[in-house]
C-alpha cells in the first residue's frame, strides 16, 4: 500500500482498474482506497502516527477475551464501533464497524482465539 501513488489516483486510474481481474473491480472500493489514502495521509501529516491512532482504542494493549465456543465472539465491540466512528469522522469509508474488528482481529489487537486453540494460550503469553 503505497498511500502517496493511491491518493494520486484519477477518475482514468480507477477505470483502468475496473478492468484488472487480479483486484476487486468494484468502483466503489476504488474510490474508496482513493479516499482512504488521503485520509491516511491528513491523519500522518498532523502528526498522529497511524499505529497510535489505531491502537487507543484498546488503550495500547491487546484485548484478551476468553471466549469458549466459536458462537460466542461478536462480529463488532464498543471499540470497534468507536473506532469505525473515528475513522469515518477523519474522512475513511469502507470502515464500518464488522470491517474494524475483522481488522483488530487480523493484527492481533484482539485475541478471539477461542480456549480451548492452542493459539490462545500463546497468544496470551505474547504480552501486548
Avoid at 500500500?1 to 468502483?27: C, M, Q, S
Avoid at 465456543?69 to 464500518?96: N, Q, V, W
Avoid at 470491517?99 to 482481529?105: H, L
Avoid at 477461542?114 to 490462545?120: D, G, I, Q
Wanted: charged fraction near 30%; hydrophobic fraction near 30%.
Amino acid at each position: 500500500f503505497d498511500p502517496e501513488k493511491i491518493a494520486r489516483y484519477h477518475t482514468r486510474k480507477i477505470e483502468a482498474l475496473l478492468h484488472n481481474k487480479g483486484i476487486v473491480r468494484n468502483r466503489k472500493k476504488l474510490e474508496a482506497t482513493v479516499q482512504n489514502a488521503k485520509s491516511y495521509l491528513a491523519l500522518r501529516d498532523s502528526g498522529e502516527p497511524f499505529d497510535q491512532f489505531l491502537w487507543k482504542f484498546t488503550d495500547g494493549k491487546t484485548v484478551q477475551n476468553r471466549w469458549k465456543r466459536h458462537e460466542d465472539i461478536p462480529t463488532e465491540t464498543p471499540d470497534s464501533r468507536a473506532m469505525s466512528k473515528s475513522l469515518k469522522s477523519r474522512g475513511f469509508s469502507y470502515c464500518g464497524p464488522t470491517i474494524c474488528y475483522a481488522f483488530m482481529q487480523a493484527v492481533g489487537m484482539v485475541n478471539d482465539h477461542v480456549v480451548t486453540c492452542f493459539r490462545h494460550k500463546d497468544l496470551r503469553e505474547l504480552k501486548s
